[in-house]
C-alpha cells in the first residue's frame, strides 16, 4: 500500500468494521473524519481520548506530536490535559537527541498546561528515525456536548482559521532548507521554517466553541482537501467551497511551487476547519480573538462535494496520500 493514512474504503472495511461497542460508558467510538473517542466516568467529566503518530520528519518531532494530539482534543470540544508517549527509536540515535525531543514535548506541554504522565521508550531496528505515538488525554464537563460532526446541518458555514498547510510548510523548510536556498530567499525559508510557531489550534477551539460551533476538524495529514472530505463524510452532507477563499501564506506558495506539491494536500496542522451556523459571528469572535479566519464555503444537502475556483468547477476527490511524503 501508499505510504500515509489508510484509504478510507480500506479503514472501513478492514479496521471500523472489525471492531464492535460493547461498554456503556463508551460514548463516542471509531470512525470516518472522527478523531476523538469518549468516555463518561462519572456524572461530572467525561473524558476524551485521541492517539497520534509523527512519521513524516526526523525534525521537531517532539514538538509536533504534543501539538498534533492536543489539536485533536481540543477539535472535540476537550480541555487537553495530559499525553503519554511511546518513543520508539533507532539503534543510532544518541542520548542528547533523545533528551531534545522530550525538551521540545515538555515546552508545548507547558505552553499547552498539559503534562507528559508516562508511555514507553524503546531502541529497535524497526525505524530508522525517532517515531513517536502519542495518547492524549481531555476531559469536558459532563453538562457540556461532545462536538460532533453528525450535529451539521445543511445550510452550515464552512470557516477556516490562519492559513493551511503550515505544517507541511515548515517541515519542508526544516528539513530541506540547503535544497531550498539554490532558488529561494534566506529570509523567506526562515519565515517558513517558523510556521511552528503557529500549528497549535487549542486556543481557536476554545474561541469557536464558545461562539456557538457545531463541530471543527484540525487540518492534519492529507491537507485541506482531505479535512473537507472528511468532515462532509462524517456528517453525511455535500458541501460547497471557494478555492479562492482558502488562505494560503506565499512563503507556502514559493515551497510548494520548488518541490512540485499541491498545498491543498499538504499537512496542515495549525489550521481549524469549523462548521457554524452563523459564519459572520463565528469569523468575527474568531478575529476578535487575534486568530485569523475566513468563510470557505458551506455544508449542503446530498452528497456532492464541489470546488469553485473562479470559473472551473469540479468534485473534491477522496482523500489522497499527503503531499509530504512524496517528497
Not at 56 to 64: A, F, K, P, Q, R
Amino acid at each position: 500500500m501508499k505510504i500515509g493514512k489508510l484509504p478510507e474504503t480500506v479503514l472501513e472495511r478492514s479496521v471500523i468494521r472489525q471492531t464492535g461497542h460493547r461498554r456503556p460508558e463508551v460514548l463516542a467510538g471509531p470512525g470516518i473524519g472522527i478523531d476523538c473517542s469518549a468516555i463518561q466516568v462519572n456524572d461530572a467529566e467525561i473524558l476524551v481520548f485521541s492517539t497520534d503518530p509523527i512519521t513524516g520528519t526526523g525534525s521537531n518531532v517532539g514538538s509536533l506530536a504534543i501539538h498534533v494530539t492536543a489539536n485533536d482534543l481540543a477539535a472535540s470540544g476537550a480541555d487537553p490535559v495530559a499525553v503519554m508517549l511511546t518513543a520508539l527509536l533507532p539503534e543510532t540515535i544518541e542520548e542528547p537527541q533523545i533528551r531534545a525531543i522530550v525538551q521540545d514535548a515538555e515546552a508545548v506541554c507547558r505552553e499547552l498546561n498539559m503534562e507528559i504522565i508516562g508511555g514507553h521508550t524503546e531502541v529497535t531496528c524497526a525505524v530508522r528515525e525517532p517515531l513517536l505515538s502519542v495518547t492524549g488525554i481531555g476531559k469536558i464537563p459532563a453538562g457540556m456536548k461532545l462536538l460532533s460532526p453528525a450535529d451539521i446541518q445543511p445550510g452550515d458555514a464552512l470557516v477556516l482559521t490562519k492559513w493551511i498547510a503550515l505544517e507541511g510548510t515548515a517541515i519542508l523548510a526544516v528539513d530541506h532548507a540547503e535544497k531550498l536556498k539554490t532558488r529561494l530567499p534566506e529570509d523567506l525559508i526562515h519565515t517558513a521554517a517558523g510556521f511552528i510557531q503557529y500549528l497549535s489550534v487549542v486556543p481557536d477551539a476554545r474561541t469557536a466553541r464558545e461562539a456557538g460551533a457545531r463541530a471543527m476538524h484540525d487540518v492534519t495529514e492529507g491537507g485541506v482537501f482531505g479535512a473537507l472530505w472528511e468532515m462532509a463524510e462524517a456528517a453525511g452532507c455535500g458541501l460547497e467551497v471557494d478555492v479562492k477563499a482558502i488562505p494560503i501564506r506565499q512563503e507556502t506558495v514559493e515551497v510548494c511551487e520548488f518541490f512540485d506539491v499541491n498545498p491543498y494536500q499538504l499537512m496542515s496542522s495549525g489550521s481549524m476547519l469549523i462548521a457554524a451556523k452563523d459564519g459572520t459571528l463565528m469569523t468575527d469572535a474568531l478575529q476578535a480573538a487575534g486568530i485569523p479566519a475566513v468563510v470557505i464555503g458551506r455544508m449542503t444537502a446530498g452528497n456532492d462535494r464541489i470546488l469553485r475556483n473562479g470559473e472551473e468547477v469540479r468534485y473534491l476527490d477522496r482523500p489522497k496520500t499527503d503531499e509530504l511524503y512524496r517528497v
